[in-house]
Nanobody
């Protein structure tokens, strides 16, 4: 059974940084398409960053929402079976619950981690 667990959220001032972690069990992050999504209050969940599995390219192809390009970096640690989201130069509009996604025959989600950026 695939399980996903996010961690690393918190309260940070604008301009600060956070690193989110996504621990996965029951499957390998190396072979799956992985993504980070966020959901702000009153808004739909949106894709923030994604990385393809090794079947596409060994290191993975990354993709980012325009709003986070140049500030966020998604990465994968195959040995730890984890995916990370490094978030720099945070803005108040980055506030939301961040979810890790494993895309297989269906989508698997974690419980989310809250990120709050104060102005």
């Amino acid at each position: 059974q695939v399980q996903v667990a996010e961690s690393g959220g918190g309260l940070v001032q604008a301009g600060g940084s956070l690193r989110l972690s996504c621990a996965v069990s029951g499957t390998s992050v190396r072979i799956n398409n992985m993504g980070w999504y966020r959901q702000a209050p009153g808004k739909q969940r949106e894709l923030v960053a994604a990385i393809t599995g090794a079947a596409v390219l060994s290191g993975g192809i990354t993709n980012y929402a325009d709003s986070v390009k140049g500030r966020f970096t998604i990465s994968r640690d195959n040995a730890q079976n984890a995916v990370y989201l490094q978030m720099n130069s945070l803005k108040p509009e980055d506030t939301g619950v961040y979810y890790c996604n494993v895309r297989r025959e269906r989508d698997y989600w974690g419980q989310g981690t809250q990120v709050t950026v104060s102005s």
